[in-house]
């Protein structure tokens, strides 16, 4: 990494309700900028010293800005936060994460707050739906297994009365030579609840990272 972009969106005007609130915009914005300084410092300490670290406070909606931004700032990958509750259960109830899944167009981390931050990345699982695998996402996904000597394990669920065979052959095959120098291991489980075969075959693989590949679908 060359460059980390600090970002952070508030709104001086929230609408909505029956008077509007409008707050004071300048103080919220050096407030913020205080804030992300205190953060550039600490992360300052944890990475190369020839990295660059850019602090960006602007008054807008974070999910109306998003991809504009990333786009004039040529980034690679989005980094985000979970906190709050559990980190997967609040991404599962509906948060502004889950909001930035569904509307943005670059690499998004996730990172939830029960994370071990600074642990080596050991084990990455991919689950994956071999009826609709799509082939416009390949390139991001080889940079990040590039980006890590870790045992990469492909997971596919099907319904329990579904057939014992391995289902698309060609979406197989052509998986199985995409990832080949990786030397991934496929598993295939049954199960009706396809959120909790996953998260239960992550736990019990200690996975490091989770990598899903969001499709978005037409009316």
Known sequence: IERIVL?????????????????????IYLDSLQELGLLHDRIKSMVDHGLTIEL????AVLS???????????????????TGKSGLEKLLVGST?????????????????????????????LPLDLKAFPDNQTDHLLNILGSFNADLHLLNVRPQNESKTIAYPESFSK???LLSQYNPTFH??????????????????HASLIIMVHRKYDF
Do not use: W
């Open 175 to 177: 998986l199985h030579n």
């Open 56 to 59: 960006i406070v602007e008054d």
């Open 7 to 27: 970002f952070h969106a508030y709104q001086s005007f929230i609408g909505g309700t029956e008077m509007p609130v409008v707050m004071e915009g300048h103080q």
């Open 64 to 82: 109306d800005r998003i991809n504009s931004l990333c786009k004039e700032k040529e980034i690679d990958m989005v980094v985000m936060g979970v």
């Open 97 to 125: 994460t889950d909001q930035m899944i569904r509307i943005i167009k670059f690499p998004l981390l996730i990172v939830y707050n029960e994370a071990a931050i600074g642990a080596k990345v050991k084990t990455i699982v």
């Open 188 to 205: 295939f489980i049954e199960g009706e609840d396809i959120t909790e075969q996953i998260l239960d075959f992550c736990a019990l693989h």
